[in-house]
């Protein structure tokens, strides 16, 4: 059913543009025919990026946005409205930061996990919703995570933050009946991205730790996906999928060589 294109000439926001899951995006959506607009902090990066996807036949717009800050989301979505019709939305912009018990979490870095995987993906998604639902169409992506439905040792506030996905791609299904407008969440288990590198403050003998011994997913296995998602029929809202590498049965369950 997905092997037809049925995105070609659509238009989608990608938000986390600049690295890992997002920029893979980016990728399989030019290669399908789709228009970006493509958001996220690093100017430098949205630039480079802009110009590898010169190579294909598809309008490339760049936005620097901090997902945490609403008056900047909505002058950037004013400015987007402006010019484009948005057909295709990926709440992806998302980290984790640190690993440990919840007595001694670090406040600074629950709050930026909140502010940006809750909170900015809810100020996107306002920005956006009320637009698709006068076109009465649209097709959200939101990234969430198996740390959403499986809670891991030491993941605390950020498989909270990713519950919270989970639940808001379930209330925004609920909310939008009667509509064409379809919600997925996407919840990936263990992806070699900047994810940990982020998560472990550049300490990379520890972020490459978290992949050794076994295949993890990589970010185009997760555009694949997305790719297949979006291409479903109109009538078809696949509204949840849940993807692992082989060797992962769960956060804890994972089968390492040696
Ligand atoms: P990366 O660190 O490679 O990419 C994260 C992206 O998010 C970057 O482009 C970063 O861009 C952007 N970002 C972070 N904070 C903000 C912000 N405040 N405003 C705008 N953009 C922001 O990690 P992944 O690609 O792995 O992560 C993408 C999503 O996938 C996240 O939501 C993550 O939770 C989720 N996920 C990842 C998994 C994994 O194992 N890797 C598994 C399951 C889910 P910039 O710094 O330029 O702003
Ligand atoms: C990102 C991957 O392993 O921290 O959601 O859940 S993990």
Redesign the pocket.
């Known amino acids: 059913m997905a092997n037809t294109n049925r995105i070609k000439n659509k238009t989608a926001v990608v938000t986390g543009a600049t690295s890992g899951i997002g920029q893979a995006c980016a990728y399989a959506l030019a290669e399908q025919g789709v228009n970006l607009i493509l958001m996220a902090r690093r100017e430098e990066r949205l630039a480079d990026l802009k110009a590898a996807l010169s190579q294909y036949s598809v309008d490339v717009d760049t936005y620097v946005l901090d997902v945490r800050e609403l008056d900047k989301v909505n002058q950037v979505f004013a400015d987007v409205y402006a010019k484009h019709q948005v057909d295709i939305l990926i709440n992806n912009a998302g980290l984790?930061l640190g690993l440990g018990n919840i007595d001694e979490g670090r406040i600074e870095q629950w709050e930026q996990m909140i502010d940006t995987n809750i909170k900015g993906l809810l100020y996107v998604s306002r920005a956006v919703i009320p637009k698709m639902r006068e076109q009465n169409s649209g097709h959200i992506i939101n990234i969430g995570?198996?740390?959403g439905g499986i809670t891991?040792p030491g993941?605390n506030v950020?498989c909270a933050s990713?519950s919270a996905v989970h639940t808001l791609s379930e209330a925004m299904n609920l909310d939008l009946v009667g509509t064409e407008i379809r919600v997925s969440n996407i919840a990936?288990?263990?992806?070699e991205t900047e994810?940990s590198k982020v998560r472990f403050d550049g300490n990379d003998s520890q972020a490459d730790a978290v992949y050794e011994g076994f295949q993890p997913l990589s970010a185009e296995d997760i555009a694949d996906l997305i790719v297949y998602v979006l291409n479903a029929p109109a009538h078809v809202n696949i509204q949840q999928v849940l993807m692992m590498p082989t060797a992962q049965r769960s956060?804890t369950v994972l089968h390492r060589d040696n």
Not at 188 to 191: D, K, L, R, S, T
Request: proline share 14%; net charge positive; no cysteine.
């Open positions: 984790a995570s198996m740390a891991y993941g950020y990713k990936p288990g263990a992806a994810f956060p």
